[in-house]
């Protein structure tokens, strides 16, 4: 079961805090964070009020200057557990989500807004017109800069995520072999994590094959061949925060060209992990791991998408390694190392570690090997 405590209602009042001394810096009257189902993208609503929205619900907090703190929830089948559960000062229906924000911006000159990628164009057109001399700024920023470092508390549930996340990960790989089907695999994974008392943290990455070399797929009925790669991508969340990580394996023995990639993006991971350091950037990490897949031959088969993407309230969240080259890395971060190659027609391989980083280097938080390509390597639980 879960060993690690939630995130004390303290800490969020100290979030709600700093959120505000940096409202006042950029001369903000106001902060509304949009959140929906897929309350991942983004987490602020998560962060800062404890909250996720399930099923077609929208919300959206309210963070004035001073005064309460407000959750607005377009569903009123949720609206008791928004009460029971949110970290906030109100809870209010709301069936016009941007009218209802509007009157609670009432009187405010200018509000940021984070969740922008996402938030439906029907709701901003209703604030606008409810608020036409509201002046409205892209706030992400701000949630973005006090997310990326973790706190104590938040590390040490990032941890547990991992651990389970090995579980589930230890559990789906027992199930490679000759002639299972790619969804027997994830089923397995993610039975082991919610086994744990976890949720999943997205929906599980798994596949055998040729097909791997898309580098995003489903699980389905297909039969596992011998020799052919497997990829599994799960992972847990607990207390609202992302576990994540990948392995890949073969069926049987793998093929020579098989076993180089695998090794040569093991390598990639190793290499970003010794790199990984307060004062080191994005581009230092991603530097290191494509120089050990071009060391083995492979540089043409890069594959970065991910690598590395910061873990917490989000799935994937700053630093993204393909957007935020030049950011500079801090104790306390969380971050997910993710290199890969793309072999089309033949397979697609992805390791994936989740590091904390400390004063002095990086804390490797999964428990499992990475070379666990061979199946007298795998079927351990960690």
Same mark, same amino acid.
């Given at each position: 079961?879960?060993?690690?405590?939630? *995130?004390?209602?303290?800490?969020?009042?100290?979030?709600?805090?700093?959120?505000?001394?940096?409202?006042?810096?950029?001369?903000?009257?106001?902060?509304? %964070?949009?959140?929906?189902?897929?309350?991942?993208?983004?987490?602020?609503?998560?962060?800062?009020?404890?909250?996720?929205?399930?099923?077609?619900?929208?919300?959206?907090?309210?963070?004035?200057?001073?005064?309460?703190?407000?959750?607005?929830?377009?569903?009123?089948?949720?609206?008791?557990?928004?009460?029971?559960? &949110?970290?906030?000062?109100?809870?209010?229906?709301?069936?016009?989500?941007?009218?209802?924000?509007?009157?609670?911006?009432?009187?405010?000159?200018?509000?940021?807004? /984070?969740?922008?990628?996402?938030?439906? #164009?029907?709701?901003?057109?209703?604030?606008?017109?409810?608020?036409?001399?509201?002046?409205?700024?892209? @706030?992400?920023?701000?949630?973005?800069?006090?997310?990326?470092?973790?706190?104590?508390?938040?590390?040490?549930?990032?941890?547990?995520?991992?651990?389970?996340?090995?579980?589930?990960?230890?559990?789906?790989?027992?199930?490679?072999?000759?002639?299972?089907?790619?969804?027997?695999? #994830?089923?397995? &994974?993610?039975?082991? *994590?919610?086994? +744990?008392? @976890?949720?999943?943290?997205?929906?599980?990455?798994?596949?055998?094959?040729?097909? =791997? &070399?898309?580098?995003?797929?489903?699980?389905?009925?297909?039969?596992?061949?011998?020799?052919?790669?497997?990829?599994?991508?799960?992972?847990?969340?607990?207390?609202?925060?992302?576990?994540?990580?990948?392995? /890949?394996?073969?069926?049987?023995?793998?093929?020579?060209?098989?076993?180089?990639?695998?090794?040569?993006? @093991?390598?990639?991971?190793?290499?970003?992990? +010794?790199? /990984?350091?307060?004062?080191? /950037?994005?581009?230092?990490?991603?530097?290191?791991?494509?120089?050990?897949?071009?060391?083995?031959?492979?540089?043409?088969?890069?594959?970065?998408?991910?690598?590395?993407?910061?873990?917490?309230?989000?799935?994937?969240?700053?630093?993204?390694?393909?957007?935020?080259?030049?950011?500079?890395?801090?104790?306390?971060?969380?971050? %997910?190392?993710?290199?890969?190659?793309?072999?089309?027609?033949? +397979?697609?391989?992805?390791?994936?570690?989740?590091?904390?980083? =400390?004063?002095?280097?990086?804390?490797?938080?999964?428990?499992?090997?990475?070379?666990?390509?061979?199946?007298?390597?795998?079927?351990?639980?960690?």
């Amino acid at each position: 079961m879960i060993a690690a405590a939630p *995130i004390s209602r303290g800490e969020f009042g100290e979030r709600i805090a700093r959120v505000r001394e940096r409202m006042d810096r950029l001369g903000l009257d106001a902060l509304a %964070c949009y959140g929906a189902h897929v309350d991942y993208a983004p987490g602020d609503l998560r962060y800062l009020a404890d909250w996720f929205c399930i099923e077609e619900e929208q919300a959206m907090l309210v963070v004035p200057a001073d005064g309460p703190v407000t959750l607005l929830s377009d569903s009123s089948a949720d609206l008791d557990r928004a009460r029971e559960r &949110a970290v906030c000062d109100r809870v209010e229906l709301a069936s016009d989500l941007g009218r209802a924000t509007a009157e609670l911006l009432r009187g405010a000159a200018s509000t940021g807004v /984070t969740g922008l990628r996402v938030l439906p #164009a029907p709701l901003m057109e209703a604030l606008r017109s409810a608020a036409p001399s509201l002046r409205l700024e892209d @706030a992400s920023a701000l949630t973005t800069a006090l997310r990326m470092v973790k706190s104590p508390a938040e590390v040490d549930v990032l941890s547990e995520a991992a651990r389970i996340s090995d579980l589930g990960m230890a559990a789906g790989l027992e199930a490679v072999h000759e002639g299972a089907r790619e969804i027997e695999m #994830a089923a397995a &994974a993610e039975q082991a *994590i919610r086994a +744990a008392g @976890a949720e999943l943290s997205f929906t599980t990455v798994a596949g055998a094959g040729p097909r =791997t &070399a898309l580098g995003t797929f489903l699980p389905g009925e297909r039969p596992m061949q011998p020799g052919e790669a497997v990829v599994l991508d799960c992972g847990a969340r607990v207390h609202g925060y992302h576990g994540d990580m990948c392995r /890949t394996v073969a069926v049987g023995d793998p093929p020579r060209a098989l076993e180089r990639a695998l090794e040569a993006v @093991a390598a990639a991971v190793e290499a970003a992990i +010794a790199a /990984t350091r307060p004062g080191a /950037t994005v581009r230092d990490l991603r530097r290191a791991a494509r120089s050990a897949v071009e060391d083995a031959g492979l540089a043409d088969a890069w594959w970065g998408e991910f690598m590395p993407h910061g873990a917490g309230t989000g799935q994937h969240e700053p630093p993204y390694g393909d957007r935020d080259p030049a950011c500079e890395l801090r104790e306390g971060m969380v971050l %997910c190392i993710e290199p890969g190659v793309l072999i089309p027609g033949v +397979a697609g391989v992805v390791h994936e570690q989740m590091v904390a980083i =400390t004063e002095t280097g990086a804390d490797v938080l999964n428990a499992l090997p990475l070379r666990m390509w061979h199946e007298n390597h795998r079927g351990q639980a960690p």
